[in-house]
């Protein structure tokens, strides 16, 4: 299994408020939907209560702490480790999973990530939830979609895969 992380963070490393993401980009959307088709995703409780079901086409692996929590089609998981396993035996060998968040599921999977695919929103938003540190001088950018201002876009952002150095 590749594991990735999949994000999209403002100029401050704002991934959310309330719960949900403060802005709306179509274009990162269906990145995120094309990305991670087909592969399962690792997140935290809050994040898939965000998302609010099983997004078709992908398994849930849901990381959380209350052992009373329940969802049907959902993977839930009170470890990294065992989140790993799952993850793994759903991508088999060569494929790819996926961290959506929060942003303790992002920190604490951080260093077993070798891809990095980062929505920059260009724009500060207030928040109440950030990606964390991140050593840029161990990461490579390797590819860049711009997305400027239009109709479907109200806030300019770029698409950008970054690998370990």
């Not at 088999?92 to 929103?121: F, K, M, N, R, S």
Request: proline fraction near 5%; charge should be negative; hydrophobic fraction near 45%.
């Amino acid at each position: 299994m590749r594991l990735g992380m999949i994000v999209a963070m403002d100029l401050d490393g704002v991934i959310g408020r309330d719960s949900d993401l403060p802005w709306h980009l179509p274009a990162d959307l269906k990145h995120f939907k094309d990305t991670t088709m087909g592969c399962p995703m690792i997140m935290g409780r809050r994040t898939y209560d965000a998302i609010g079901r099983p997004l078709p086409g992908r398994t849930s692996v849901v990381l959380t702490r209350d052992d009373e929590w329940y969802v049907p089609g959902v993977e839930i998981v009170n470890s990294i480790a065992e989140a790993l396993d799952i993850a793994g035996i759903d991508a088999g060998a060569d494929g790819w999973a996926w961290v959506i968040g929060g942003g303790a599921i992002y920190a604490a999977l951080l260093p077993h990530c070798e891809q990095l695919l980062v929505t920059h929103v260009e724009a500060r938003v207030e928040g109440d939830t950030w990606f964390p540190y991140i050593d840029w001088d161990q990461w490579v950018e390797v590819s860049r979609e711009e997305h400027p201002v239009n109709d479907k876009n109200t806030i300019a952002s770029a698409v950008a895969t970054y690998e370990r150095a």
